[in-house]
């Protein structure tokens, strides 16, 4: 069963990444527009295949969420003076956790003079300088506005920038009025035609909505292991309480996307050392709905309702609808006490992680009161040790792969000297 198209995946991972600063995004989609005028004039690639370059055009400033996430809205200093830290993060991004990791060096060459990624034996340089041309054409022409001249670059030709790329770009620009329609917004709908052409299979779906996953890390690191913790918890009660493989199916991909919204809570919120404030917490408690937004129209039905139900209970005391348990199904359920489950076993802000004793005191208390499905409260206490030591495995190969990602950043980022 298909409970996300292709193109969707594309879309809802631009809008996530958009919920922690909308800045590299936007400016990616405009460069993934030239970028795929640019390779379609050129006429080497399929459409199918065009349709990948405009994910990896789009998100060529991906590893700025990590190595720039202070000064992120400084985009002349990561794209100008500090350009190969973002690079070559985001390039290891691509590369362990992408499906699409033949095309992840083209984000760590796309600032590389032109005059030395000509000897660079890689299949898709081409892409790398097409992104390089397109990136600066956007770059001055939205700080320069009417002063701007695209002809400005003729003097890198050949030398930083691919003497072929940009008659293609001028070519492009001219007979496809880029600037006015980037200037109108009309690019955008081209751009939302592009991505019909994408390709993925099942596994390419869930190893992008894994990637999403990794994602929440560009805020917090904490986030992915609650993630990792949450799709644990759920996968292990499904099974236990014998759910039917479709119906796990979907309550694992609500457990993945269940928390997304948190993105757009500002960290000082999420990372406090006390109790909320009343304000604070119904800021906080908007994450539902800002995730609901971003799934609409993308994702299947009933992953958005198991997603969005998170924080409902039995006794609708719950948000954001305070549904009751009638009004509910096993799986949403499941992920209320999963998630309860995550934020007792996994360190946070304002206390240590809880002791198993204290852990199911709390659920069982909880329960009694009927908030939480007392079915599913008793299977998880039941089976405790074996649960927790399938999220203990699955945190450490979460850390295992950020360890790689920090060695190789390390070793990458030693041989360009950063």
């Not at 996300?4 to 809802?12: A, P, Q, R, T, W």
């Not at 690191?221 to 918890?233: I, P, Y």
């Amino acid at each position: 069963m298909e409970y996300i198209k292709s193109k969707d995946i594309f879309l809802l991972m631009r809008d996530v990444l958009k919920l922690i600063h909308p800045r590299p995004m936007a400016h990616g989609s405009r460069v993934a527009y030239m970028v795929y005028l640019m390779l379609r004039e050129r006429g080497k690639y399929e459409e199918f295949e065009l349709a990948d370059m405009v994910m990896v055009a789009t998100m060529h400033d991906i590893g700025a969420y990590m190595t720039e996430a202070g000064k992120i809205n400084d985009v002349l200093r990561y794209e100008g003076k500090e350009s190969m830290a973002h690079s070559i993060y985001g390039y290891l991004f691509f590369r362990y956790l992408s499906p699409v990791s033949e095309l992840s060096k083209a984000i760590m060459y796309h600032h590389m003079d032109y005059d030395k990624l000509k000897n660079v034996d890689y299949a898709y340089k081409d892409l790398a300088a097409y992104i390089n041309i397109a990136e600066k054409m956007d770059i001055y022409s939205t700080s320069m506005g009417n002063q701007f001249d695209m002809h400005m670059f003729q003097k890198q030709a050949g030398t930083k920038l691919s003497t072929d790329g940009l008659y293609i770009f001028y070519e492009c620009a001219q007979k496809y009025n880029i600037f006015e329609k980037i200037a109108s917004g009309e690019y955008k709908k081209e751009l939302d035609e592009i991505v019909e052409y994408m390709i993925f299979n099942n596994e390419d779906k869930k190893k992008f909505l894994e990637m999403l996953m990794y994602c929440r890390g560009f805020k917090n690191k904490g986030m992915v292991l609650d993630s990792a913790t949450t799709a644990c918890v759920c996968d292990d009660l499904a099974e236990s309480l014998m759910l039917p493989r479709q119906e796990r199916e979907i309550l694992y991909y609500g457990a993945l996307l269940h928390d997304i919204g948190m993105l757009a809570i500002p960290r000082e919120i999420i990372e406090a050392p006390r109790k909320l404030t009343p304000e604070e917490t119904k800021l906080l408690r908007t994450h539902v709905e800002i995730a609901a937004k971003v799934y609409k129209g993308r994702v299947d039905d009933e992953i958005v309702r198991i997603a969005v139900s998170h924080h409902e209970r039995c006794d609708g005391s719950g948000y954001p609808k305070r549904l009751r348990d009638i009004q509910m199904n096993m799986a949403q359920r499941i992920l209320q006490v999963a998630d309860v489950v995550t934020a007792l076993v996994n360190e946070r802000s304002y206390r240590s992680l809880l002791p198993k004793e204290k852990v199911i005191s709390i659920l069982t208390e909880e329960a009694s009161r009927n908030r939480l499905k007392q079915q599913v409260v008793i299977t998880f206490v039941k089976s405790y040790d074996q649960i927790m030591q399938h999220v203990r495995s699955e945190s450490a190969e979460i850390l295992k792969m950020y360890e790689t990602l920090n060695m190789q950043y390390g070793l990458i980022s030693k041989k360009y000297k950063i």
